[in-house]
């Protein structure tokens, strides 16, 4: 499972951070440190989300 959450994280990570890149940008925060904070924080929190998108896919299999 892990190696389906790690493949799952380059696309939905890529997501996350792009839309909170978009978000920072539209509020007016153009500065460099808002927009790579952003994008960090978007890559990180797609973690628990990969996962929980992996572990749908597992038991829809299984099932």
Same mark, same amino acid.
């Given at each position: 499972?892990?190696?389906?959450?790690?493949?799952?994280?380059?696309?939905?990570?890529?997501?996350?951070?792009?839309?909170?890149?978009?978000?920072? !940008?539209?509020?007016?925060? /153009?500065?460099?440190?808002?927009?790579?904070?952003? /994008? !960090?924080?978007?890559?990180?929190?797609?973690?628990?989300?990969?996962? !929980?998108?992996?572990?749908?896919?597992?038991?829809?299999?299984? /099932?």
């Amino acid at each position: 499972m892990l190696a389906l959450t790690l493949m799952l994280h380059i696309f939905i990570g890529a997501t996350v951070a792009g839309a909170a890149i978009i978000a920072v !940008l539209v509020a007016g925060f /153009g500065t460099t440190w808002p927009i790579v904070i952003a /994008g !960090l924080a978007g890559f990180v929190l797609s973690f628990p989300v990969s996962w !929980l998108v992996a572990k749908q896919l597992y038991e829809r299999d299984e /099932g």
